[in-house]
Nanobody
Framework: QVQLVESGGGLVQAGGSLRLSCAAS??????????MGWFRQAPGKEREFVAA????????YYADSVKGRFTISRDNAKGTVYLQMNSLKPEDTAVYYC???????????????WGQGTQVTVSS
């Protein structure tokens, strides 16, 4: 059984920062061979791509809305992926999910495993 567990969400004022973590585990899960992504979903909206980091190259990819503010990174030894979020805006408010898949993709259905999500709320 593969588990992805997010943490680090919370309430922050606009302009503030948060760091999300996602720890992966599972007897048959080889973290280093999976691309890791972050998605978010606000109430009444579809789940949208935020960022991804390739397992093969370590290259990173971002949605235009977060480019320059968010940074995705991974620690393969710890089986953990991070999302550093700076200069947060009220429109960043959403439930944030981490996901694991075989390749870099911007659509949710390309990812195989999902965490339960962590709430991020940015007040104005």
């Amino acid at each position: 059984q593969v588990q992805l567990v997010e943490s680090g969400g919370g309430l922050v004022q606009a302009g503030g920062s948060l760091r999300l973590s996602c720890a992966a585990s599972g007897r048959t899960f080889t973290f280093i061979t999976y691309t890791m992504g972050w998605f978010r979903q606000a109430p009444g909206k579809e789940r949208e791509f935020v960022a991804a980091i390739s397992w093969r190259s370590g290259n990173t990819y971002y949605a235009d809305s977060v480019k320059g503010r968010f940074t995705i990174s991974r620690d393969n030894a710890k089986g953990t992926v991070y999302l550093q979020m700076n200069s947060l805006k009220p429109e960043d408010t959403a439930v944030y999910y981490c996901a694991a898949g075989p390749t870099v993709a911007g659509t949710p259905n390309e990812y195989r495993y999902w965490g339960q999500g962590t709430q991020v709320t940015v007040s104005s």
